[in-house]
């Protein structure tokens, strides 16, 4: 079994304006996978975010 806590930065790194938010983001992130089974295998990824800083002409990330 595999478990991560942490923390999670997102840069504005999108080719188009229209494929991303322009801001800056940062948060936290939680991983969980079992693979102790050979024939189920299961688990979850639990992130949030906000932005601090980037374009002020775009909405404020929080997610």
């Not at 983001?25 to 089974?37: I, K, M, P």
């Not at 688990?43 to 800083?53: E, K």
């Amino acid at each position: 079994m595999s478990f991560g806590f942490g923390p999670q930065i997102t840069a504005p790194a999108a080719t188009d304006d229209a494929l991303g938010t322009e801001k800056w983001s940062a948060g936290l992130v939680n991983v969980l996978f079992d693979a102790s089974s050979k024939k189920f295998q299961y688990g979850y990824l639990v992130s949030w975010q906000h932005s601090f800083a980037g374009e002020d002409d775009r909405r404020d990330v929080n997610l």
